[in-house]
């Protein structure tokens, strides 16, 4: 069985008079961005075989499942590829343009024109990324890596008075992260038979936030960084991120004042994956397959690759999440995918809810309650034997 894959970008930078996602602190900064660090992206990858499976990342912050709903909905009808086989997922940027209101009745987002027109226009964008991606198919083979890297922490700090939030270790001296961390970060290879370039997809739990609260600038963070040093290091090559489980994870540079971090941050997870890299595996190659429900507000969806695995959820999971559905045996690979066709707000563990902290007041705030992180993992690891059992079989239900 054959497989080609296409990609393609489109620019989706918003201009000055745009508003910023991400932190509380922007509702006192004023209207707009101080200017651009570097350009935000759609990129799309188009895979065809079997099936089609389309697969569209987003540098911005979230997407409410409606808005995501509404933009996938778009994508069916101009590609006629079925709902279910489109997953779109945001990084989770913190410098990118204001899209929706996470913050509910606590804080009214000012009605900003310029945020509503660069809003309207990004469909159109993702159409044309995926076009771009559509043009671009050609036949290849399928490998994989996991890369190994300390580059984050857990914000959670444990103590015998409850959980201290560290959410910048630069203004916390002294205090030592003892929560649970993932070095891990899952990719997928795919090598053109013509021997021109390839593609990465990689999947990194770490909130995309090295730049803090007082920064304006317009920045993919980290996630963009890595892209933009891999691509450089390795001509003819592009690279797509997927954000893995971040809930209650940072990167070690996290909140910075100086913008020059950014850099650092993804020039050393570059790096990392270009090490690892040189270690590549084959990986078996059976067809594409997709499923997706609806549990709760949440969208879960499971893409199946070949061998490889991208279960995805509408929401910021916990570290547990990823390690749990990374050690689900049957599969080369398994790319865990958070924030994905829409954001739902947090899924902690149980233990959490008992320690308390600021995700688990966000989390119930939403009415989240402690044992839906389990409901959730049992019911992507079904989907996961459903597409393991069906190879090629395409579909979608409703779960209550």
């Not at 159109?124 to 922490?153: C, I, M, N, P, W």
């Not at 961390?181 to 909130?207: I, M, N, R």
Request: aromatic share 6%; glycine share 10%; charged share 15%.
């Amino acid at each position: 069985m054959t497989l080609e894959i296409g990609f393609g970008t489109s620019d989706i930078t918003p201009d000055l008079g745009v508003d910023l996602e991400g932190y509380e602190h922007r509702f006192h900064q004023g209207r707009g961005n101080s200017g651009v660090l570097d350009r935000l992206f759609a990129r799309a990858l188009w895979l065809h075989s079997n099936k089609d499976l389309i697969l569209v990342s987003l540098d911005i912050c979230l997407l409410t499942v409606a808005q995501a709903t509404e933009f996938r909905q778009r994508l069916s009808n101009g590609t006629g590829v079925p709902l279910a086989q489109i997953l779109l997922s945001c990084s989770h940027t913190h410098s990118g343009p204001v899209t929706a209101n996470p913050w509910g009745e606590e804080h009214q987002v000012t009605e900003n024109p310029e945020n509503d027109t660069w809003l309207a226009g990004l469909g159109g964008l993702l159409s044309k990324a995926v076009q771009r991606a559509k043009q671009d198919l050609r036949e290849g083979r399928l490998s994989h890596f996991t890369a190994q890297l300390g580059l984050g922490y857990n914000r959670r700090l444990s103590t015998p008075g409850g959980v201290t939030m560290l959410f910048s270790l630069a203004e916390h001296p002294g205090k030592v992260p003892n929560g649970l961390v993932d070095t891990a970060v899952p990719s997928l290879v795919f090598e053109p038979l013509d021997g021109k370039g390839g593609v990465l997809l990689f999947s990194t739990p770490y909130h995309p936030v090295v730049l803090g609260k007082h920064s304006r600038l317009v920045s993919a963070d980290y996630p963009g960084a890595a892209i933009h040093a891999w691509e450089e290091s390795m001509p003819g090559w592009k690279a797509f991120f997927l954000l893995g489980a971040c809930g209650d994870t940072q990167p070690l540079l996290a909140t910075q004042e100086d913008p020059a971090a950014v850099q650092v941050v993804g020039k050393a997870l570059a790096s990392a994956l270009q090490l690892a890299l040189a270690g590549k595996q084959p990986l078996e190659f059976d067809g594409l397959a997709a499923l997706e429900e609806q549990h709760g507000p949440r969208v879960l969806q499971v893409l199946k690759i070949g061998r490889c695995i991208l279960p995805a959820v509408s929401a910021e999971c916990f570290t547990e999440f990823g390690l749990a559905l990374r050690n689900t045996p049957g599969w080369h690979q398994v790319l865990p995918v958070t924030n994905a066709n829409g954001w739902t707000g947090y899924l902690p563990t149980e233990q959490a809810f008992a320690q308390g902290g600021y995700e688990i007041e966000a989390a119930l705030a939403d009415g989240t309650r402690p044992e839906v992180l389990s409901q959730v993992l049992a019911l992507l690891q079904r989907l996961m034997v459903q597409v393991s059992n069906a190879p090629g079989n395409t579909g979608s239900s409703q779960c209550t």
